[in-house]
Each structure stands twice: as structure tokens, then as C-alpha cells.
């Protein structure tokens, strides 16, 4: 896979990505959208997503401060995504945590066509039936092999499921498993959601939606690897790993790409 091309790609057409995002991370998830390339828009709006949607070339929902009016916005919102034939992110956060978390994300997958179903393990692993625990935000457990689990979705839901971990694995008719990142990603609030910001970039340009994320979470895991080495703490590792996004090169991530396809 030419990782380095789909970067470039994003970078050479900035795609607007349309989120309707949650509220802790939403400035570092437009951030993090604009540092790689793409042009970020957070419109929740009932009243103005469908039209917002009509002219972005990527969709990202993320559940993670949830109201059921937000939901409302986003089926709308999916809805005309789907007309138009852009790919459609969900970032599931939280699901398992609480009924209502669970059901709206249901609610979500039964209402619209989504092409990319994003979550920790426990989070995906709730969606695919298993037993799972899910601590807030937090990943507590997870009956099943994750890659099985993964597949599992994908199949029953016809969409790319991506797994984020220490190992990310990414599943529909063919499975990678990006071993790129840094322990550091989890000392900072909004790396998940920002990851979900940055496939959605990728899939904007790359209709093969599997290999769209599999680019994006390599190149997002270098960013954060390059990051730590010049980090003191949190604060300095956060302003590092925009910065390293933002002079990610050919060179760079063809040294240090951990992509394994099975």
C-alpha cells in the first residue's frame, strides 16, 4: 500500500469533513483535520446539516456527548451523506457504558448506510454481540478474539470496522493490523476522536475504505511515535504531535510504517 500517496492526497485536495462531534474534543479533532491537510466544518444544527453535508466529501459522527436531539442531527445529516455517496465515520464512544449510548448507536446503524464503524474493543465488540465492559470511555473487557469480532461487524453491518488499541485492527473483506503509536497518545483526552477526524480524511479520498484507514492510523501512529521522543510530559507531547502531523514525509513513513495485512 502506497500510505505516503493517500497523505499526499488528502493534502493536494483538502476534502471538507463535516463532524458532528462531541464537545470536549471538538476543537482538537478540527485541529488535527486541518494539520494533516483536509478542511474541518462542525455543523450540528438540525436546521442546517443536511445542506452542510451536501457539499463535504466525508461525514464524521462521534457519540461522545451524546443528546438525542444530536442524534437527530446526525441521521439527518447520514441521511444526505448517503444520497450523495460520501463515506459515512462513526466514532462509537461510550457504547456499553450506558442503555442510551447503546441503543442511539443502534439506532444510528439501522437508520443509514455507515461505512466506517470506529471504537475501542470493548466498544465494537458490544456492537458485535459479545460480552464486553466498557468503563466510561474506557476499554475494561471483551469476550472473543478481537479480529473475529471485527470481521463479525463488518460483515453484519456491510461496513469497515476499525479496532483502536495498542494494536489497531482494521476489517471488511481484508484485515490489517497497524502496530504504529506511542503509549504517550493515551496520556492526552481526544486521541480517539481525533483518529476518527483523520480516517475520515483519508476516506474522503480513497474509496476503498479498509485501506483508507489503515493509511490514516499509520500515519497518525508515526506522528505520535516521532512525538514522544521530544516530550517532556502531556502538555509538551500534544503541541509535538501536531507539529510532527503537520512534517510527516515520504521518507518518514516509509521507515517507520507497521502495517501487516492478513
Known amino acids: 500500500m502506497e500510505i505516503f500517496e493517500l497523505l499526499n492526497k488528502v493534502r493536494e485536495t483538502k476534502p471538507l469533513v463535516h463532524h458532528i462531534t462531541n464537545w470536549v474534543t471538538i476543537y482538537d479533532c478540527a485541529n488535527m483535520t486541518r494539520t494533516f491537510g483536509a478542511l474541518p466544518v462542525m455543523a450540528h444544527a438540525p436546521e442546517e446539516v443536511k445542506e452542510m453535508t451536501n457539499i463535504a466529501s466525508a461525514l464524521v459522527l462521534n457519540i461522545g456527548t451524546l443528546t438525542v436531539d444530536l442524534i437527530n442531527a446526525m441521521i439527518i445529516a447520514a441521511k444526505q451523506a448517503n444520497e450523495k455517496g460520501i463515506p459515512v465515520v462513526i466514532d462509537a464512544v461510550g457504547v456499553g457504558a450506558t442503555k442510551l449510548r447503546t441503543n442511539k448507536v443502534l439506532e444510528i446503524l439501522d437508520s443509514v448506510k455507515v461505512d466506517i464503524i470506529k471504537g475501542n474493543s470493548s466498544e465494537i465488540g458490544i ?14 473487557s471483551v469476550d472473543g478474539d478481537l479480529v473475529k469480532l471485527a470481521k463479525s461487524l463488518a460483515e453484519q453491518r ?13 476489517a471488511n473483506k481484508e484485515v490489517y493490523i497497524c502496530k504504529n503509536g506511542h503509549d504517550m497518545m493515551g496520556s492526552i483526552v481526544g486521541t480517539g476522536c481525533m483518529a476518527a477526524s483523520v480516517i475520515g480524511s483519508f476516506a474522503a479520498v480513497e474509496k476503498d475504505y479498509a485501506k483508507a484507514a489503515a493509511a490514516a492510523l499509520t500515519c497518525y501512529g ?16 500534544k503541541e509535538n504531535f501536531y507539529d510532527e502531523v503537520f512534517n510527516l514525509n515520504e521518507q518518514k513513513v516509509k521507515d517507520m510504517a507497521k502495517l501487516e495485512e492478513r
Open 222 to 237: 508515526i506522528a505520535g511515535e516521532l512525538a514522544a521522543k521530544e516530550s517532556k510530559g502531556p502538555g509538551s507531547y
Open 158 to 170: 456491510q461496513a469497515t470496522v476499525v479496532i483502536t488499541g495498542k494494536e489497531d485492527i482494521i
Open 127 to 140: 456492537l458485535a454481540g459479545a460480552k464486553a465492559e466498557t468503563k466510561g470511555v474506557e476499554a475494561i
